[in-house]
C-alpha cells in the first residue's frame, strides 16, 4: 500500500478563498484523522472518523472548518472562508480497526496570505 | 480530559550517548501509546507501539517502555547519532469504543558530532 495519501503537498490562497484538502487513507483502515499543526499550539485533533461516520468534531476550531467523507477512501477538510491564522501543517492519519498503529499521511502545508 | 505532557522540550547531546526521553498522560484508560519521529517539514514516521497490557517494545536502539498505572512512558536510544537528530512525538490512544490519538508537544532532539 502507498500509505496515507494526501494531496496537494503545499497549498497557498489568498484570504476569504475556499480551501480543500484531500486525504486517502490505507485500505481497510477504518479510522480516519484529521490534525492541524503549528509551532505555537503543536499538533491538534481536529476531527475524527469511524466507519466514514464522524465521531468528534469538538477539536475544528470554527464554522468555517467542515469535514466529509463520503466512503471509506476518501476525506476532504474544508476551509471556507481561509483566514491568515489558518496557516498551518494539515496532517490526515488513518489506523485498522481498534488499538492499532497508526499512520500519517505527509501533510499539507497550507499558507493563507 | 486527556493530557500528554513531554520532558525535556528540547535536547542537545553529543554523539554516542544514551538517551532518555520522557511522555506522561493523565488518563491510564488507554488501548496504547505509540512513539514517533518527525523531520523537519516531514509527516509522522511511528517507531514504536505499546499496547496498553505491554510494558515494553523494542526496534533497534529503540526501547520504549510503558507503566500505565503511574501514567509514564520512556523512550530510550542506545549510542545516539547525528541521524536520531528529530523531534520524538509520544501519542495515546485512548479507550472507549473508539481510537483517538492524543498528543504531547514532543522532544526537540540535536545530536552533534
Known amino acids: 500500500d502507498a500509505g496515507v495519501i494526501q494531496s496537494p503537498r503545499h497549498e497557498v490562497t489568498e484570504m476569504g478563498q475556499e480551501v480543500t484538502l484531500r486525504c486517502k487513507p490505507i485500505s481497510g483502515h477504518n479510522s480516519l484523522f484529521w490534525y492541524r499543526q503549528t509551532m505555537m499550539r503543536g499538533l491538534e485533533l481536529l476531527i475524527y472518523f469511524n466507519n466514514n461516520v464522524p465521531i468528534d468534531d469538538s477539536g475544528m476550531p470554527e464554522d468555517r472548518f467542515s469535514a466529509k467523507m463520503p466512503n471509506a477512501s476518501f476525506s476532504t477538510l474544508k476551509i471556507q472562508p481561509s483566514e491568515p491564522r489558518d496557516s498551518a501543517v494539515y496532517f490526515c492519519a488513518s489506523i485498522w480497526g481498534q488499538g492499532t498503529e497508526a499512520f500519517f499521511g505527509q501533510g499539507t502545508r497550507l499558507t493563507v496570505v | 480530559k486527556q493530557e500528554v505532557t513531554q520532558i525535556p522540550a528540547a535536547l542537545s547531546v553529543p554523539e554516542g550517548e544514551n538517551l532518555v526521553l520522557n511522555c506522561s498522560f493523565t488518563d491510564s484508560a488507554i488501548y496504547n501509546l505509540q512513539w514517533f519521529r518527525q523531520d523537519p517539514g516531514k509527516g509522522l514516521t511511528s517507531l514504536l507501539l505499546i499496547q496498553s497490557s505491554q510494558r515494553e517494545q523494542t526496534s533497534g536502539r529503540l526501547n520504549a517502555s510503558l507503566d500505565k498505572s503511574s501514567g509514564r512512558s520512556t523512550l530510550y536510544i542506545a549510542a545516539s547519532q547525528p541521524g536520531d537528530s528529530a523531534t520524538y512525538l509520544c501519542?495515546?490512544?485512548?479507550?472507549?469504543?473508539?481510537?483517538?490519538?492524543?498528543f504531547g508537544a514532543g522532544t526537540r532532539l540535536a545530536v552533534h558530532p
Open positions: 501519542a495515546v490512544n485512548l479507550s472507549g469504543g473508539y481510537n483517538k490519538l492524543i
